[in-house]
């Protein structure tokens, strides 16, 4: 069975800070597709970034950056010089290929910029 | 190109009564899926349609149902509901990355 677990559930931080939320996940499949979300609370999830399990490379765009370790089986997400408009739930997900949409989510992290 | 859209965006209902939810994929996409949303259990997969067929389901009762249609919209249908349906219901399209509507909230009463 495939698990998302974001161990980080709120995370409060000041504006222009540097923040790494935590994704961990488990699989048996060995070709998936990982995802970050963020959900303003406007209420819509809005799609960050897709990578998938053979792709462990960094990705950075903008003031976001993902960091994929296959080894520690993490997809972990930094935000860098934090602003307000970041405030929002956060999301992991996990799916596997094929074309199925079977997305398990994590439990979500819920990231407060304080001006 | 417009957006996932999800209809109505606000519903109230008494425990045992039906309801049913729309949505309309981006434009060209052909899979559509649905969660339901709720601060206790968070984001849970129902199921997911292609093509007009239902290709994964989520461990939900038989009381919620759903359909796709030529047109790849989709509708969702939670029969007698009760309290604990009361959540967030999310539609999203996919590529295979989703692009989800802005969801409809259910009260259940």
């Given at each position: 069975?495939?698990?998302?677990?974001?161990?980080?559930?709120?995370?409060?931080?000041?504006?222009?800070?540097?923040?790494?939320?935590?994704?961990?996940?488990?699989?048996?499949?060995?070709?998936?597709?990982?995802?970050?979300?963020?959900?303003?609370?406007?209420?819509?999830?809005?799609?960050?970034?897709?990578?998938?399990?053979?792709?462990?490379?960094?990705?950075?765009?903008?003031?976001?950056?993902?960091?994929?370790?296959?080894?520690?089986?993490?997809?972990?997400?930094?935000?860098?010089?934090?602003?307000?408009?970041?405030?929002?739930?956060?999301?992991?997900?996990?799916?596997?290929?094929?074309?199925?949409?079977?997305?398990?989510?994590?439990?979500?992290?819920?990231?407060?910029?304080?001006? | 190109?417009?957006?996932?859209?999800?209809?109505?965006?606000?519903?109230?209902?008494?425990?045992?009564?039906?309801?049913?939810?729309?949505?309309s994929p981006?434009s060209g996409h052909r899979s559509v899926?649905?969660?339901?949303?709720?601060?206790?259990?968070?984001?849970?997969?129902?199921?997911?349609y292609f093509s007009e067929t239902?290709?994964?389901?989520?461990?939900?009762?038989?009381?919620?149902?759903?359909r796709q249609f030529s047109n790849s919209r989709s509708e969702?249908?939670?029969?007698?509901?009760?309290?604990?349906?009361?959540?967030?219901?999310?539609?999203?399209?996919?590529?295979?990355?989703?692009?989800?509507?802005?969801?409809?909230?259910?009260?259940?009463?």
């Amino acid at each position: 069975a495939q698990k998302v677990t974001q161990a980080q559930t709120e995370i409060s931080v000041v504006e222009k800070e540097d923040v790494t939320l935590d994704c961990v996940y488990e699989t048996r499949d060995t070709t998936y597709y990982l995802f970050w979300y963020k959900q303003p609370p406007s209420g819509e999830l809005v799609f960050l970034i897709r990578r998938n399990s053979f792709d462990e490379q960094n990705e950075i765009s903008g003031r976001y950056s993902w960091n994929f370790q296959k080894s520690t089986s993490s997809f972990n997400f930094t935000i860098t010089a934090s602003q307000v408009v970041d405030s929002a739930v956060y999301f992991c997900a996990l799916s596997e290929a094929g074309g199925y949409q079977k997305v398990t989510f994590g439990t979500g992290t819920k990231l407060q910029v304080i001006p | 190109k417009a957006g996932v859209t999800q209809t109505p965006r606000y519903l109230i209902k008494t425990r045992g009564q039906q309801v049913t939810l729309s949505c309309s994929p981006i434009s060209g996409h052909r899979s559509v899926s649905w969660y339901q949303q709720t601060p206790g259990q968070g984001l849970q997969f129902l199921f997911e349609y292609f093509s007009e067929t239902q290709r994964n389901k989520g461990n939900f009762p038989g009381r919620f149902s759903g359909r796709q249609f030529s047109n790849s919209r989709s509708e969702m249908n939670v029969s007698t509901l009760e309290l604990g349906d009361s959540a967030l219901y999310l539609c999203a399209s996919s590529l295979p990355e989703q692009y989800f509507g802005p969801g409809t909230r259910l009260t259940v009463t």
